[in-house]
């Protein structure tokens, strides 16, 4: 079946610190992975996708098929960057997990 | 802006009730797909409609339904609605050719059932 994890609710990193958002993922074959993001009263938006092999607000995600994982990452937080983020799963159609909220402090 | 629009954008329902909910496609796209959004969860899949038919279902139920028009324009119904269905509903069209395409998601219509 598909699915995808994200084990963290909520994360909260200080402004300047590396964030790492984990997302592992369940599918037969080879998925396509997505990065949504959803900032405060704006609609769900496209960070970045795995095929594309993109930086995307200096946010990079690198697909393990091995670990089956697709975490998110970038090196220093910006206070901008709180947001609620998902991780997606598509083929013809996208699966999204639960989400984590990004809290950057000050 | 990314041109999906749904509408209304809030609405309150008594239990029981029906309700249909509209989205309109972004242009060039022919793929809808309508989502759930229950409070602190993630969007959850209901059905895809590609040219007109249904093109996939998550676990929702039959009075669930939807339609996809020739200007692919779509509807999502809601028959005997249920305290639970209180939810935030999320259209968003892409264009399907080869595998996942980015997907243009509106801004929702949040559904309420008293």
């Known amino acids: 079946a598909q699915r995808v994890t994200q084990p963290e609710k909520l994360l909260s990193v200080f402004k300047g610190a590396p964030v790492e958002l984990k997302c592992n993922y369940s599918?037969?074959?080879?998925?396509?992975l997505f990065w949504y993001v959803q900032y405060s009263r704006q609609r769900l938006q496209l960070l970045l996708r795995?095929?594309s092999r993109e930086s995307i607000k200096g946010f990079t995600a690198d697909l393990n098929k091995g670990e089956t994982s697709f975490h998110l990452k970038k090196p220093f937080a910006q206070e901008e960057d709180s947001a609620m983020y998902y991780c997606?799963?598509?083929?013809?159609?996208?699966?999204f997990g639960k989400g984590t909220r990004l809290h950057i402090l000050p | 802006e990314t041109g999906v629009t749904q509408s209304p954008t809030h609405l309150i329902k008594t239990r029981g009730q029906q309700v249909t909910l509209r989205c309109s496609s972004q242009?060039?796209?022919?793929?809808v797909s309508w989502y759930q959004q229950a409070l602190g969860q993630g969007p959850q899949f209901i059905f895809q409609?590609?040219?007109?038919?249904?093109?996939g279902r998550g676990n929702f139920p039959p009075r669930f339904s939807g339609l996809q028009f020739p200007n692919y324009s779509s509807e999502l119904n809601v028959n005997a609605l249920e305290l639970d269905d209180s939810a935030l509903y999320l259209c968003?069209?892409?264009?399907?050719?080869?595998?996942?395409?980015?997907?243009?998601f509106g801004q929702g219509t949040r559904l309420t059932v008293v």
């Open positions: 968003a069209s892409s264009l399907l050719a080869n595998g996942a395409t980015e997907a243009f």
């Open positions: 599918y037969s074959g080879s998925p396509e």
């Open positions: 795995h095929i």
């Open positions: 997606a799963l598509g083929d013809d159609k996208i699966i």
């Open positions: 242009s060039g796209h022919n793929t």
């Open positions: 409609y590609y040219r007109e038919e249904e093109n």
